[in-house]
């Protein structure tokens, strides 16, 4: 029996990791879950960061997934360790994927990261990127209303921008060559986020590298069945619903809300 790959993040934004996955592997089930009654987690203590983390994890474990992907930045840089002890099964977080990217295609070896407070807070992307080449400068911005921005659907506006020159100014001064998205939230604005930069740094989108990541995970097994999709989310259906229209191209899809306190307990994989 074919099980599925299990996706969460603290709202919409992993829907651009959802769709990435989808574009490379159409034969993969795919079960998302959107916590988007506790969205924003960027601004949450690291135990509260943990706790919603937890809570994720197990729903997706208790529908029989193969892979958990944590699409979220903030509980891949604070709750990573804890989510590997309820669990034997592989986990992907977006952390080393978009390092690794950022030490690919960085030439001056300047590289800046924008992300939430709780995932610049952790340093954990400094410290992934210098594991892998010690001499590249790591500059780091927390861009704390770029996901209200993106939950609101406002991705492409004047506000948005005047915001986005704000937060990257500091970085551009440092001449960066190479911009991480720290949030999967981010790329929903990246057209944005492409003008204030502009073309001469390489933005690496956390969707598209744990695609590429996953790819190294993954049988080269198709039976030839199109992938099934599945999507759940903790309040705001309705909402959720008319954003991922936009995101997922007007892709139809099945809804449905959880209430994770009933599901707290799980078999491990």
Not at 8 to 29: A, N, Q
Not at 54 to 64: G, I
Not at 92 to 113: M, Y
Not at 240 to 248: G, N, S, T
Request: aromatic fraction near 8%.
């Amino acid at each position: 029996m074919k099980k599925p790959i299990g996706i969460f993040d603290s709202g919409i934004g992993g829907l651009t990791v959802y769709k990435e996955i989808r574009r490379h592997f159409p034969e993969e089930d795919l079960i998302y879950f959107g916590d988007t009654a506790r969205v924003p987690y960027g601004p949450k203590s690291p135990n509260t960061i943990i706790a919603y983390s937890m809570q994720n994890a197990r729903f997706l474990l208790q529908q029989r997934i193969k892979i958990l992907i944590v699409a979220c930045n903030t509980s891949s840089a604070v709750a990573l360790p804890d989510l590997h002890k309820i669990t034997h099964i592989p986990i992907i977080d977006v952390i080393q994927p978009g390092s690794e990217q950022a030490v690919l295609h960085t030439r001056n070896g300047k590289v800046g990261i924008i992300g939430t407070e709780g995932t610049i807070r952790s340093n954990a992307y400094s410290k992934a990127i210098q594991y892998l080449n010690k001499d590249i400068q790591v500059f780091s911005k927390a861009c704390p209303l770029f996901v209200p921005l993106a939950e609101e659907g406002w991705h492409d506006n004047e506000i948005v921008k005047a915001i986005a020159a704000s937060y990257l100014e500091e970085l551009l001064q440092k001449d960066i060559d190479t911009l991480v998205l720290g949030c999967t939230h981010y790329p929903l604005l990246k057209n944005v986020i492409r003008q204030v930069a502009g073309d001469q740094v390489v933005l690496v989108d956390s969707a598209e590298a744990i695609a590429v990541y996953l790819g190294r995970m993954l049988s080269e097994v198709d039976d030839g069945l199109s992938g099934k999709d599945e999507f759940f989310v903790s309040d705001n259906e309705t909402k959720f619903a008319r954003l991922a229209e936009v995101i997922l191209d007007n892709q139809t899809f099945s809804l449905q809300r959880v209430r994770l306190y009933e599901s707290w307990f799980v078999e491990d994989n």
